[in-house]
């Protein structure tokens, strides 16, 4: 079956292809950095990694930009509490939020396009409402987009319009549907934003957090792209706000599809930092869990569907994947570097209900279920008589396939080279020392020499790299 997803502005599922170049063009918010990611935020962004590797599964290119929102009311607070410049007090957040993905086995998105790198593209964008006559500035300097004055404001969110209050304005980033008005795309500055301050046609201040995203998304990938993505609380006003701007101002259409994923919660609460019910990432690393569990809890629930934390989850993370080690572990030894051979019906089978649940909007649930079926029928396969070394290798190649899209089964894990032979680490560690000696030509007997017996070394910034040949 081809790709479907759950368009959150249709309310169906609709088929997913690109528009352009077999390439899928994604816009995902990304974190606001005033703090350590929790991992409610890491349920969105697994979610959306998730969705680049299913949009890759199927053949296709992807393009993705997050962007760091590295200012907006929550960072500048912060900024004056520590008594810290923006830039210093964001920067260290922004790192841990880099590290934080690669422990998750997070894919790169193509562009992190940071707010306050962009504020020009931000001012244009509030030229083009103003020529539009959608933007009005208001007496204590702050610029506001006027949502009656754009017939379609709503749409994404089901907004019921005869509640809409003309001219009732909201100056914060956040708040709720029931009070909707004209919200501010550039906030005029005053005490509590300190240094925190550009110069723009309609005096100094700074943008709103929605503008940011329209400016970003539309600068990276178009008037128009294929993907929007963020966690349902971003839906509404944000992703409402972001249409209503970037639509206002080019009179086209902004996103095909809109997605959301629901949100972690615990005790049957969203988890979130104002409530305090957090965990972030290196709060479980300390107590011991790794980010391939923390992962798989993650994204072993469907993406639509509340998640509720638990710790029991996470221990149930270490048996699952003990399992498909312990299945791997043997099929590797049993494959012992032989060619594949035809899939076998079993594999096939697990392969193609794989494929049909990533296939339904993510259906990661019936996935795993696919995931377990291979291994259990591999671990049957094992003990026939006629089982090879290249059916081995042939069922090796059905979980990297599924890996594709879970990033779980070799994640993590010791490759093959890994441990190297003490005789060729003794090899590698003489000729570190003999580079360290500035002796080029005994380095290269002994690269010559580890080429002999089958290791290829490469010299990188790191150090050594080496690779059985
Ligand atoms: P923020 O840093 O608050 O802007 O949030 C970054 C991303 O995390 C956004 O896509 C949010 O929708 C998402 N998010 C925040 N809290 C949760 C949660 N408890 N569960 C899932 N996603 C969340
Ligand atoms: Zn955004």
Redesign the pocket.
Known sequence: MALEVYNSESRCKEPLVPMENNTVRMY??????YNF??I??????TFEDVLRRVIQFNGYGVKQVMNL?DVDD?TIRGSRQSGKPLKEYTAPYIAAFFTDLKTLNVQSAEVYPAATDHIPEMIDLIKRLFDRGLAYQSDDGSIYFSVAKLPGYGRLAHLDRENLRAGARVAQDEYEKESYGDFALWKGWDENDGDVVWDSPWGCGRPGWHLECSAMSMKYLGETFDLH??????LFPHHENEIAQAEGATGKLFVKTWM??????VNGE????SLGN?FTLRDLLEKGYTGREIRYVLINAHYRQP?NFTFDALAAARVSLARIDECTDALTERAAGAAAAATPDWAAQALQTFTDAVNDDLNLPEAFAALFALVRDANKAMLTPGFGSGDAAAALAVFDAMDGVLGLVRFGRKQPGDELPSEIAALVEARAEARKNKQWAESDRLRDELAAKGWEVRDSKEGQKIRKL
Do not use: E, Q, W
Not at 40 to 45: C, D, P, S
């Open positions: 995902t918010c990304g974190p606001t950095v990611a929790h409610g935020n890491f349920r969105a962004y929102t929550k993505t963020g966690g349902i609380d971003n959301h994923c629901a949100h972690l919660r969203k988890m979130s930092k957090f998640l």
